[in-house]
Nanobody, 125 residues
């Protein structure tokens, strides 16, 4: 059974930093792309970042490029999202996701791909 467990969310002031973690199990970690989506109240889910171990591709949404960094520790089956210079508009529930399509320009999931339960990130102004 595929499981994705997020942690590291919380409340932070604008300009601050958080690091999200996603512990993955139930699949061979470097077989699939893995990454992060987020959903703010009243908005559609947005692909934030992903990493593909097969070819080293990473993707960042334009709104987070230069502020967020994705990384993975294959020995721990864990992917991280380091979020710096946080803004109130980064407030959302952040979801870890596995499989799908990840390249330098695109990140999307198919209906049969996998999601975690999400972790809340709140950035106060």
């Amino acid at each position: 059974e595929v499981q994705l467990v997020e942690s590291g969310g919380g409340l932070v002031q604008a300009g601050g930093s958080l690091r999200l973690s996603c512990a993955a199990s139930g699949f061979t970690f470097d077989d699939w792309p893995i990454g992060w989506f987020r959903q703010a109240p009243g908005k559609e889910r947005e692909g934030v970042s992903c990493i593909s171990s097969s070819d080293g591709s990473t993707y960042y949404a334009g709104s987070v490029k230069g502020r967020f960094t994705i990384s993975s520790d294959n020995a721990k089956n864990t992917v991280y999202l380091q979020m710096n210079s946080l803004k109130p508009e980064d407030t959302a529930v952040y979801y870890c996701a596995a499989r799908g399509y990840c390249s330098g320009n695109y990140y999307y999931l198919y209906p049969h791909d996998y999601w975690g339960q999400g972790t809340q990130v709140t950035v106060s102004s």
